[in-house]
């Protein structure tokens, strides 16, 4: 998006990503966690395997849904319409790494991501007329009091009743629903799909690395009582108490930096060069898109101390330590700069509240084994000896091989 509208639409959504506002959310963002420790006890309780990604998957589904349309999806606990939609629409528009041309280039794929685009549409146009109903009432001073919703549907409708104050219209203008529809779709995208990649990926670092998940839980023993069914209610009184949790943070950006959940691309210009630091050669960036390979500079060992090892401690230590990070702006999964990723306060606090509720009720293990005894295939099983290494698909981004399937049990 040109410089002009994109400083726009990112100074209109802004408020609805500030720390301050995001920590109102987490009463409803651990609503939504505890919906996802009963399925996981459930889970526990009928002994089965099953794809931890899929349940991420639902869960940030939902918390998206409030945060962008202060709609409730309840996709947890039933296939509503519109999240199924919006699953079908990604699943059909990305082919990852497939190989064989006839699933890589389906020729049914543009007609069925044309429905499903259509479907989405007609459901985000709705929540835009039905939004902008509201508002035009809430113009009226009575009701001003009222207008305390945040949600990105919401601080788009309060932007365009700005420039259009007298609002004489009983619908949208079709410009701004388009470019309203377009962002919306984005966060629905980008606020779920990479989202629950991150939250699988530390759920399992933190398991397959049992010291660190110990240091983990006394930290949430100590910030929110030893007794973890009471971690919830404190969250809910006190949201701030996710400011005391270091060692969490630290785990989830350690699970950032190894499996990263998108790359970056970002538009060359002239007189910017790209240098390479193994002969010197310059390669102008002007006329070209420049890719940014997340995994590439996260497990670069001129960047990183011992990089393809699990050191959440890496984020603790202070400058000068072996481990603290050589350069600034090596780490970048939600990328750097202006155009940088605006919903990362909300995936950090997603995650956050989620480990906080449920890391001391559960323990995960990891089911590849089971999996591939189940579907065998000649496929690769190991990466960087890792089984659940990263594949595209989704919303474009990287998630776990198989979507990551694992055993859960309710700890003692």
Not at 99 to 119: D, E, H, Q, S
Not at 327 to 356: D, M, S
Not at 405 to 410: A, D, G, L, T, Y
């Amino acid at each position: 998006m040109p410089n002009g509208p994109w400083k726009k639409w990112r100074s209109i959504f802004s408020p609805g990503f500030s720390p301050a506002y995001m920590l109102e959310q987490v009463p409803k963002i651990v609503d939504k966690a505890e919906v996802f420790c009963q399925l996981l006890r459930e889970k526990a309780g009928q002994d089965t395997m099953f794809q931890l990604e899929e349940a991420t998957f639902r869960l940030t589904i939902d918390i998206i849904g409030l945060i962008s349309l202060d709609s409730s999806f309840h996709y947890q606990t039933s296939d509503s319409e519109f999240p199924a939609t919006l699953r079908s629409l990604i699943e059909w528009a990305t082919f990852g790494d497939e190989i064989n041309p006839l699933k890589r280039w389906n020729p049914y794929r543009p007609f069925i991501t044309w429905y499903y685009g259509r479907r989405l549409d007609a459901f985000i146009h709705a929540e835009l007329e039905k939004r902008f109903a509201e508002r035009r009432q809430f113009l009226q001073p009575e009701k001003q009091k009222d207008r305390k919703v945040r949600s990105i549907v919401s601080l788009a409708l309060d932007s365009y009743m700005a420039e259009h104050p007298s609002a004489e219209s009983a619908s949208l203008d079709p410009t701004f629903r388009t470019y309203a529809t377009a962002q919306l779709r984005l966060f629905l995208v980008a606020g779920h799909d990479t989202t629950s990649s991150a939250m699988t990926y530390t759920f399992h670092l933190l398991h397959t690395h049992p010291a660190f998940l110990a240091r983990v839980r006394a930290e949430h023993d100590q910030v929110f009582g030893p007794d973890p069914t009471a971690a919830a209610a404190r969250l809910r009184r006190d949201p701030a108490l996710l400011n005391q949790l270091p060692l969490t943070l630290a785990a989830i950006k350690e699970a950032l930096r190894l499996f990263p959940p998108a790359g970056g691309i970002r538009m060359g210009a002239p007189g910017i060069e790209l240098t390479s630091d193994v002969d010197g050669t310059r390669f102008p960036t002007a006329g070209c898109s420049v890719w940014v390979v997340h995994e590439a500079v996260h497990r670069n060992p001129a960047l990183w101390p011992r990089p393809d090892e699990f050191l959440p401690d890496r984020w603790l230590v202070e400058p000068g330590h072996e481990l603290h990070p050589g350069c600034k702006g090596a780490w970048r999964p939600f990328e750097i700069g202006p155009r940088n990723c605006i919903g990362q306060t909300l995936a950090l606090t997603e995650i956050k509240t989620v480990l906080a509720v449920a890391l001391r009720s559960f323990d995960l293990a990891p089911a590849y084994g089971e999996w591939d005894a189940l579907h065998p295939g000649k496929g690769v099983k190991l990466a960087m000896g890792e089984r659940a290494y990263q594949v595209s698909g989704g919303g474009g981004g990287q998630h776990p091989a198989e979507r990551y399937p694992c055993r859960v049990s309710v700890r003692g």
